[in-house]
C-alpha cells in the first residue's frame, strides 16, 4: 500500500465533511498542489483535484492533473516542468526539471495553470543548519526498536525548521518526522531533537511502528523553513498530536500558501547525514 502524502491527505479530506450531498464536477473542485525545492536539488510538484470519500470506490488516479502547465520563476527567469509518470509518489505522476536547483536565499514562484484554475504560491531558501551528529537510542521494553537523536550546528534563534526521513528499503522519498517541526529557540544544544516515524513514511504500513529497526539505514534531513512553510507543517503536526483520527481535522486545521488553491509550496535550505542503526 502506498503512503499517503499531504496532497492525498486533502483529496481525502477537504469534501468529506461537506454538508451538501450534490456531487460537483471535476472542474469545480479545488486544485491541492503539493510541491517543493531544496538547496542543490530539482523541484517536484503535483497537482490534482479534491475529491468526496461520499462518493463511494474512487480512484484517485483520476483526480491527478496531467495535463496543466506548471512553471516556476527564479526572478525574472521562468522555468517551465515536465510531467512525468512517478511510482515513487502516491500520486505516480510528478511535474520538474532537470534545469532548476534550488539556491540559498532565493524566493521561487510557483504557477500552476490548468483549464479551470490558476494557483500560485512563493517560498524562500533559508539558510541551513547542519547535522553536526545522529546516535540511535534503544527503546526501553520493546526489542529491536530506535529511535533518534539529532544534534545540530549554525541553528538561528529565529529560524524555523524540520527533519525528514527516509529509511532504505521502507521508501524511495523523504517523509516528514513524526512532531519534527521546531524554531530554533525550542532547540536545546544539549539535549537535540528526538527523530522517529511519522506514519506515512512507508511504502507498507500495515506493521507500523513510530521506531526505527535495527540494522535499518536511515537518511535524514533537516530543512530551514520560511514562515509560511512552517505554519503549515506545524499545524499538521498539531493535527496529528491532538486528534485521534487526522483524517477529520486535518482540511481545517492546515493553513495554505497556495493562492486559490490548497496545499504548499515549499523552498528549503537543506543538510543531510546518514546513520545504520547498529544490529
Given at each position: 500500500m502506498k503512503p499517503l502524502s499531504l496532497i492525498s491527505l486533502f483529496l481525502i479530506l477537504l469534501l468529506a465533511s461537506c454538508e451538501s450531498v450534490s456531487e460537483p464536477q471535476l472542474d469545480t473542485r479545488p486544485?491541492?498542489?503539493?510541491?517543493?525545492?531544496?538547496?542543490?536539488?530539482?523541484?517536484?510538484?503535483?497537482?490534482?483535484?479534491?475529491?468526496?470519500?461520499?462518493?463511494g470506490s474512487v480512484n484517485i488516479g483520476d483526480y491527478v492533473e496531467k495535463w496543466c502547465r506548471v512553471s516556476i520563476y527564479d526572478g525574472d527567469k521562468r522555468y517551465l516542468l515536465t510531467g512525468k509518470i512517478n511510482n515513487d509518489y502516491?500520486?505516480?505522476?510528478?511535474y520538474t526539471s532537470s534545469q532548476l536547483r534550488g539556491q540559498r536565499g532565493h524566493s521561487y514562484r510557483l504557477l500552476v495553470e490548468s483549464e479551470s484554475d490558476t494557483v500560485e504560491a512563493v517560498s524562500t531558501i533559508m539558510p541551513a543548519a547542519s547535522i553536526s551528529s545522529l546516535k540511535a537510542e534503544?527503546?526501553?521494553?520493546?526489542?529491536?526498536?530506535?529511535?533518534?537523536?539529532?544534534?545540530?550546528?549554525?541553528?538561528?534563534?529565529?529560524?524555523?525548521?524540520?527533519?525528514?526521513?527516509?529509511?532504505?528499503?521502507?521508501s524511495k522519498i523523504f517523509h516528514g518526522s513524526l512532531m519534527g517541526t521546531f524554531?530554533?529557540?525550542?532547540?536545546?544544544d544539549t539535549k537535540g531533537h528526538t527523530v522517529?516515524?511519522?506514519?506515512?513514511?512507508?511504502?507498507?504500513n500495515d506493521n507500523f511502528t513510530h521506531y526505527f529497526h535495527a540494522g535499518e539505514k536511515v537518511y535524514v534531513k533537516i530543512y530551514s523553513l520560511d514562515r509560511p512553510v512552517y505554519d503549515f507543517w506545524?499545524?499538521?503536526?498539531?493535527?496529528?498530536?491532538?486528534?485521534?483520527?487526522?483524517?477529520?481535522?486535518?482540511?481545517?486545521?492546515?493553513?495554505?500558501?497556495?493562492?486559490?488553491?490548497l496545499g504548499y509550496w515549499a523552498a528549503y535550505g537543506s543538510s543531510l547525514s546518514i546513520i545504520n542503526i547498529p544490529r
Amino acid at each position: 500500500m502506498k503512503p499517503l502524502s499531504l496532497i492525498s491527505l486533502f483529496l481525502i479530506l477537504l469534501l468529506a465533511s461537506c454538508e451538501s450531498v450534490s456531487e460537483p464536477q471535476l472542474d469545480t473542485r479545488p486544485l491541492v498542489v503539493e510541491g517543493w525545492i531544496e538547496t542543490g536539488a530539482n523541484p517536484i510538484v503535483t497537482v490534482a483535484h479534491a475529491l468526496d470519500l461520499k462518493e463511494g470506490s474512487v480512484n484517485i488516479g483520476d483526480y491527478v492533473e496531467k495535463w496543466c502547465r506548471v512553471s516556476i520563476y527564479d526572478g525574472d527567469k521562468r522555468y517551465l516542468l515536465t510531467g512525468k509518470i512517478n511510482n515513487d509518489y502516491p500520486t505516480s505522476f510528478i511535474y520538474t526539471s532537470s534545469q532548476l536547483r534550488g539556491q540559498r536565499g532565493h524566493s521561487y514562484r510557483l504557477l500552476v495553470e490548468s483549464e479551470s484554475d490558476t494557483v500560485e504560491a512563493v517560498s524562500t531558501i533559508m539558510p541551513a543548519a547542519s547535522i553536526s551528529s545522529l546516535k540511535a537510542e534503544k527503546v526501553e521494553g520493546v526489542e529491536g526498536a530506535y529511535t533518534l537523536k539529532l544534534f545540530l550546528n549554525n541553528i538561528d534563534p529565529d529560524g524555523m525548521y524540520k527533519v525528514f526521513v527516509r529509511v532504505d528499503g521502507r521508501s524511495k522519498i523523504f517523509h516528514g518526522s513524526l512532531m519534527g517541526t521546531f524554531t530554533g529557540r525550542d532547540y536545546d544544544d544539549t539535549k537535540g531533537h528526538t527523530v522517529s516515524l511519522a506514519l506515512n513514511a512507508s511504502d507498507n504500513n500495515d506493521n507500523f511502528t513510530h521506531y526505527f529497526h535495527a540494522g535499518e539505514k536511515v537518511y535524514v534531513k533537516i530543512y530551514s523553513l520560511d514562515r509560511p512553510v512552517y505554519d503549515f507543517w506545524k499545524s499538521y503536526d498539531n493535527s496529528v498530536l491532538m486528534s485521534g483520527n487526522l483524517f477529520f481535522t486535518f482540511a481545517d486545521n492546515c493553513p495554505t500558501n497556495i493562492d486559490g488553491g490548497l496545499g504548499y509550496w515549499a523552498a528549503y535550505g537543506s543538510s543531510l547525514s546518514i546513520i545504520n542503526i547498529p544490529r
